[in-house]
Structures are given as structure tokens and as C-alpha cells.
């Protein structure tokens, strides 16, 4: 029977390897949005003019980073 090696590939599940941490690009990357997004972002939920899932579709993020950019968190995780 021949000899037979198998590499194992880590798995990604949403950019972080499973059981595993972000990358360090992941980490270091800037933000997702341009502040005049981020800027608009925040004037037009503050206005009431649309909501936090209105905006996140709009701009193709996460509701999560909507959230973040409207009330401040970092963008990233420490």
C-alpha cells in the first residue's frame, strides 16, 4: 500500500480560522467604512431617518458594525 500524507488545512469559518484567533491583518486593518460614511452613518440614525438594518444593507456591513460606529466602539476587537 502506498504511503499517503494528507496537509492539513485550517478551517475558516467567517475570516477566523476555527478554534483559532483573528489573523493579524484582520486585527490591524482599518476601519470598514470612510469616515464621511461613518459620518453620515451617524447623523442619519441620530435624525431617525433610517434604521440600524436600513443602514447595514445600504452600506453592506454587519449590523454589528453599524452599532459600533454609532455608539462609539472600536471597530475591531482587542
Not at 475558516?12 to 470598514?32: D, F
Not at 470612510?34 to 453592506?60: F, M, Q
Amino acid at each position: 500500500m502506498p504511503d499517503v500524507c494528507f496537509e492539513l488545512a485550517p478551517l475558516w469559518l467567517g475570516g477566523v480560522p476555527v478554534g483559532g484567533r483573528l489573523s493579524e491583518h484582520r486585527r490591524t486593518a482599518g476601519p470598514k467604512l470612510p469616515e464621511p460614511a461613518r459620518r453620515s452613518i451617524r447623523r442619519r440614525y441620530a435624525e431617525g431617518e433610517v434604521s440600524l438594518a436600513d443602514l447595514a444593507a445600504e452600506y453592506s456591513v454587519g449590523r454589528s458594525t453599524i452599532h459600533r460606529i454609532i455608539h462609539g466602539a472600536p471597530e475591531t476587537p482587542s
